[in-house]
Nanobody, 125 residues
Framework: QVQLVESGGGLVQAGGSLRLSCAAS????????MGWFRQTPGKEREFVAT????????YSADSVKGRFTISRDNAKNTVYLQMISLKPEDSAVYYC??????????????????WGQGTQVTVSS
């Protein structure tokens, strides 16, 4: 069992930056492919970023490439999402997720077994 707790969301102006954190409990954190997703009301959960097997490289959605960076600190059981050049369309609830490493990288919600409660990011224009 893995429990995930996100933090770091908030209100920011367009062009600004935020860093989201996701703290994981449980053992073998490094064995999980951690990912970030986001969701707005009435829409399906959207893939943002994850790690390629074996966790040393990353894969991101085209909509965030060059602006969002996923990283992890296995010693702290924490995964991060650094977001720069934020746009109003980035506004969403951001979720951290844990699942098995997959080839190609896991980009579907159903590829992940554990989810955090989400953290709201609002980007004002």
């Amino acid at each position: 069992q893995v429990q995930l707790v996100e933090s770091g969301g908030g209100l920011v102006q367009a062009g600004g930056s935020l860093r989201l954190s996701c703290a994981a409990s449980g053992r073998a954190f490094s064995n999980y492919a951690m990912g970030w997703f986001r969701q707005t009301p009435g829409k399906e959960r959207e893939f943002v970023a994850t790690f390629n097997w074996p966790g040393t490289s990353t894969y991101s959605a085209d909509s965030v490439k060059g602006r969002f960076t996923i990283s992890r600190d296995n010693a702290k059981n924490t995964v991060y999402l650094q977001m720069i050049s934020l746009k109003p369309e980035d506004s969403a609830v951001y979720y951290c997720a844990a699942g098995r490493f997959r080839r190609p990288p896991a980009v579907r919600s159903r590829d992940y077994d554990y989810w955090g409660q989400g953290t709201q990011v609002t980007v004002s224009s």
